[in-house]
T-cell receptor
Framework: GENVEQHPSTLSVQEGDSAVIKCTYSDSASNYFPWYKQELGKGPQLIID?????GEKKDQRIAVTLNKTAKHFSLHITETQPEDSAVYFCAASSATNAGKSTFGDGTTLTVKP | DTEVTQTPKHLVMGMTNKKSLKCEQH?????MYWYKQKAKKPPELMFVYSYEKLSINESVPSRFSPECPNSSLLNLHLHALQPEDSALYLCASSQNLAGGTDTQYFGPGTRLTVL
């Protein structure tokens, strides 16, 4: 089955700095890669996603890159703000395992004011 | 509107109780999911319904019983739970299961404590 590894497990940055979280996956059939942000006491919320026919996607301060050859994808947050502090999960899914997303173990991001 | 609602927000129950968790979405999604999440861990898939039929059961103990009465509602019936079942129970929905690329929208979860 699919295996997703996420690094780092914790990340602390100063407000205004950039943050990068990386994930690798094992199943070459995976073709959908969402990123979720989970704040304390809340459910995960989709912040950005990318499909395997695209190499990069950007939405304001958030961007995701995908390298299918190397089987890794990354989340980039620029100009971080204290409200970006949360746990971030990457995930991977494929048509052969529809409905079964494999999640990374999460990254706790702390943005210091 | 991309909202999935869950009730109750918190639930405390004894090991002999029977209770139910409820999930609702009005996005016209035809796939609905139950996840269990322990502290500092990623969500763990329990069940998936597609077009109101159970499509995936991740070998969940029978003390958890899912039900999908209609395309907007998803229930999780709980009976004879153990303290280790205490967790955040998340519901999610997506357009359908086609292609495995559908975005899942999560609800806020029900925080369950089993005494």
């Amino acid at each position: 089955g699919e295996n997703v590894e996420q690094h780092p497990s914790t990340l602390s940055v100063q407000e205004g700095d950039s943050a990068v979280i990386k994930c690798t996956y094992s199943d070459s059939a995976s073709n959908y890669f969402p990123w979720y942000k989970q704040e304390l006491g809340k459910g995960p919320q989709l912040i950005i996603d990318i499909r395997s026919n695209v190499g990069e996607k950007k939405d304001q301060r958030i961007a995701v890159t995908l390298n299918k050859t190397a089987k890794h994808f990354s989340l980039h947050i620029t100009e971080t703000q204290p409200e970006d502090s949360a746990v971030y999960f990457c995930a991977a899914s494929s048509a052969t395992n529809a409905g079964k997303s494999t999640f990374g173990d999460g990254t706790t991001l702390t943005v210091k004011p | 509107d991309t909202e999935v609602t869950q009730t109750p927000k918190h639930l405390v129950m004894g090991m002999t109780n029977k209770k139910s968790l409820k999930c609702e979405q009005h996005m016209g999604h035809r796939a609905m999911y139950w996840y269990k999440q322990k502290a500092k861990k990623p969500p763990e898939l329990m069940f998936v319904y597609s077009y109101e039929k159970l499509s995936i059961n991740e070998s969940v103990p029978s003390r958890f019983s899912p039900e999908c009465p209609n395309s907007s509602l998803l229930n999780l019936h709980l009976h004879a739970l153990q303290p280790e079942d205490s967790a955040l129970y998340l519901c999610a929905s997506s357009q359908n299961l086609a292609g495995g690329t559908d975005t899942q929208y999560f609800g806020p979860g029900t925080r369950l404590t089993v005494l």
